[in-house]
């Protein structure tokens, strides 16, 4: 069993124990937003430091720290599959990160989509509060579908 809170640390438990944590893994700077299993030995997190950590279930330490996407306020999905980490953007973007590479191996911003009357058009901002708020992955022959919400 997992748990991700507000206090910046992950908590494993036991399920049957769930009083005493069995590991704690102390890494992020702000709020745990989702926490995912990448396979048995392995998980991931993402918080609102705008940082995905990928774990050792054993040792409980930091193994790897994901940066690019930006994350500072709204939770904004996570997805794992197969070694391939995916999560969405306040950038209105969603980046895909490789296990053993930091940096994103994939990256795509949405346009904005325009309303039909211009008026509202003119008072418009590409700065919008437009983000990537749900991601999803999966495994189709030797590639990787992607599903997003924004």
Known sequence: YVCNCID???RLADILKLNEPLTL?????KAVSYVQFLNEKEL?????DSELKLWS????????????????????GLSVNNGYITCGSENNSFYVYQKYVSKPILSFKFQLSRNILPSVNEH?????PEFVSAVCSRNVSERLSLKTVH
Not at 44 to 48: D, Q, Y
């Open 8 to 10: 910046h640390i992950i």
């Open 25 to 29: 893994l102390h890494g992020h700077k």
């Open 44 to 48: 991931v997190s993402a918080s609102t």
């Open 57 to 76: 279930i054993d040792t409980g330490s930091c193994l790897r720290t994901f940066k690019g996407h930006v994350n500072d306020k709204n939770f904004v």
């Open 124 to 128: 418009r901002s590409d700065k919008g």
